[in-house]
Nanobody, 122 residues
């Protein structure tokens, strides 16, 4: 089992940058594929990005490609999501998740953090 805690959310103006982090504890984080999801007000939670065990493979949803970068530091048991050129439509609660498959759906991930709010002002 692994526990996930997100941090680093906040308020930023459109065009700005933020980095959110996900600290893992418990079972070795390198055992898991890690993903980021987000949920905007009134909308379903959606996939944002995922990264393979050693970080060699990444995948992004189309709306964030070229702007967001997912990375991991297994020695620190931490996963990051660097968000650049932020847009108001990026406003959401951002969740990290851990699983064993290369999925883009919530059912593909087993463990979830509590989320961190990201607000992008226009």
């Amino acid at each position: 089992q692994v526990q996930l805690v997100e941090s680093g959310g906040g308020w930023v103006q459109a065009g700005g940058s933020l980095r959110v982090s996900c600290a893992a504890s418990g079972r070795t984080v390198s055992d898991y594929i890690m993903g980021w999801f987000r949920q905007a007000p009134g909308k379903e939670r959606q996939f944002v990005a995922r990264i393979s065990w050693r970080g060699a493979s990444t995948y992004y949803t189309d709306s964030v490609k070229g702007r967001f970068t997912i990375s991991r530091d297994n020695a620190k048991s931490t996963v990051y999501l660097q968000m650049n050129s932020l847009k108001p439509e990026d406003t959401a609660v951002y969740y990290c998740a851990a699983g064993f498959s290369f999925g883009r759906e919530e059912k593909d991930y087993i463990y979830w953090g509590q989320g961190t709010q990201v607000t992008v002002a226009s």
